[in-house]
């Protein structure tokens, strides 16, 4: 695509948050892995085959439709939105399904990236299978219970320094478990987070109106999961995007039975991924580190792992114990106690939603690795798993600092100490590893013409004059430490321009796209960036793009 630079994902060190060789085979070698999916995503052909088998398979439209359009109304999505609701009323409506959790402000920019190929996937699917509706949904991971994975995003400062900006409820940290995250009420301390983002971001012609949006979808009294669609809402919404939170009674009820199957047969799944896992070992790796049982248990206000003990059950990190029979009893009367690990979570999902192919990161790509057995188990159909897009932003001024020190961006991701270095000595009048080699390499003939005539007069003086070679090595190793130092800080200016540029690229050391927030690209560029973002982004190359701004 113009204005990009494309790079293997092979390419991409694991040093700067590389990807797994499981996910480079799924992108650069599917045959390698084609046994543990079910279908490849390469080709458009697999798709009428996925439409026939979910097809047949689903049953829940109607309920869903109403769940999803109360759902949707709450949240105050466009009428787009719900013209894609309605859709699902037809039996040859589909789902093109992405998912997140609710991170504050959209969480990394991954989000954005794999909401964009989820939008782009269903439009190109609506253009080449005509007699058929696809839309684009998005699955809000509202019910984990790790507050410290949501509370915060990432920014660069004002001059250009990665920092975390944390929400946090009533003013303090706590380890405490708070249950579903996608249901926490924003408090007062709100305003507190937002004057650490003002603070911090930089000045641009967008501040003041991207702060006024902010603040509209985050306010007190509101949830992150609906906070976080509002914000999504502002950058999407001509799209139709359709949110779902399985966070509800009506969706549980139809759920019971997995949860009634995994309660009654544990560790059946755990026994397939498991296996499954054994054998991806042998050459990759395996994402899902499984449990004897893969629900939770809504207790008290939090989401506590229900751990199997001998001759009942216990929730992890609390001394309350159940017996089999109420587990089942709960599953069957009060589903919406239960909630499902990542291993039982894509067979919510795909119960609830007539899905063709699900949008994913890296790390899911390797865990549906493992669960193509398990939907078997539960005589489902795994669907297409379409990587999303992986993109690295960079912006003009960046761009002019790399050109300035000849500098490829590739160096940037694989060795930025090396760049560090380079820059140094080739803004330097002076290039120290060249003299210093020099230097040694002359202090070494001169001893070494010694030795003759040393020999000649006592052979003894061999070990004094080794001795004397090694401390003259090692003194001109420190003389060379505190000449580059010397000349690091003559050429702090080039230094700086280079950090600068780097942090942006390569914040905290990883790839931008695991690190940075829309905010920080939506306060420079202003909202209309989404549309741009979305007409540069290429959904199908299959490779890391760099798209210069």
């Not at 509706?133 to 915060?152: A, S, T």
């Not at 114990?321 to 894509?346: G, Q, Y």
Request: aromatic share 10%.
């Amino acid at each position: 695509m113009e204005n990009s630079i494309w790079i293997d994902y092979n390419n991409l060190p694991l040093s700067s948050g590389g990807f797994s060789k499981l996910f480079v085979d799924y992108i650069d070698d599917f045959q390698k892995i084609h046994q543990y999916f079910q279908s490849d995503y390469h080709s458009s052909s697999n798709v009428q085959r996925h439409v026939d088998l979910i097809g047949t398979q689903y049953q829940h439209r109607s309920i869903i439709i109403d769940v999803l359009s109360e759902q949707n109304q709450s949240f105050g999505c466009s009428a787009k939105t719900h013209e894609h609701i309605e859709h699902l009323r037809n039996e040859k409506t589909f789902a093109i399904v992405t998912g997140q959790q609710v991170g504050m402000l959209g969480g990394p920019l991954y989000t954005i990236y794999k909401t964009l190929t989820a939008i782009k996937l269903a439009a190109q699917l609506n253009n080449t299978f005509t007699e058929y509706k696809f839309i684009p949904v998005f699955w809000l991971e509202g019910e984990d219970h790790d507050f410290d994975e949501v509370n915060n995003v990432n920014l660069l400062s004002q001059e250009y320094v990665p920092l975390k900006v944390n929400y946090l409820l009533n003013g303090k940290p706590t380890d405490k478990n708070m249950g579903a995250v996608g249901e926490l009420v924003f408090d007062n301390y709100l305003n507190n987070f937002f004057e650490e983002i003002q603070k911090h971001l930089q000045n641009s012609e967008f501040k003041s109106s991207l702060l006024g949006t902010l603040q509209q979808a985050y306010t007190t009294n509101s949830t992150f999961n609906k906070s976080f669609v509002k914000f999504m809402n502002t950058m999407f919404e001509d799209d139709g995007l359709v949110f779902i939170s399985s966070n509800d009674r009506r969706l549980k009820q139809i759920l019971s039975p997995i949860f009634h199957k995994e309660l009654q047969e544990f560790p059946r799944v755990s026994q397939l991924i498991i296996q499954r896992s054994a054998e991806l070992e042998d050459k990759y790796h395996a994402q899902i580190k499984t449990k004897a049982l893969n629900l939770f248990l809504f207790h008290k206000g939090g989401r506590y792992f229900i751990e199997p003990r001998e001759h009942d059950f216990s929730l992890k990190g609390t001394r309350h114990f159940l017996p089999k029979e109420e587990l089942l009893r709960i599953a069957a009367e009060t589903p919406e106690l239960l909630s499902p690990n990542v291993a039982l979570r894509p067979i919510c999902q795909d119960t609830l939603l007539p899905t063709i192919a699900y949008v994913a990161g890296p790390s899911e790509v390797a865990y549906f690795a493992q669960l193509k057995s398990v939907y078997q188990y539960f005589n489902m159909t795994m669907p297409i798993i379409y990587p999303r897009a992986s993109v690295t932003l960079i912006e003009e001024r960046s761009e002019k600092v790399l050109e300035k020190y000849e500098v490829e961006i590739q160096e940037i991701f694989s060795h930025p100490e090396k760049v560090q270095r380079k820059v140094i000595e080739m803004v330097s009048e002076v290039k120290i590893d060249e003299m210093f080699t020099d230097a040694s390499k002359r202090t070494n003939e001169l001893l070494n013409e010694l030795k003759f005539g040393m020999n000649y007069i006592d052979p003894t003086l061999m070990g004094p004059l080794e001795a004397t070679r090694e401390k003259v090595d090692a003194q001109l190793t420190i003389l060379k430490d505190k000449v580059r130092q010397a000349q690091e800080r003559k050429h702090e200016v080039a230094l700086r321009q280079l950090n600068k540029a780097t942090n942006t690229l390569l914040p905290n050391g990883s790839l931008q796209e695991r690190e940075l927030n829309i905010v920080y690209f939506l306060n420079r560029y202003g909202m209309d960036f989404i549309q741009r973002l979305k007409e540069k982004i290429d959904i199908y190359k299959f490779q890391h793009q760099v798209i210069h701004l």
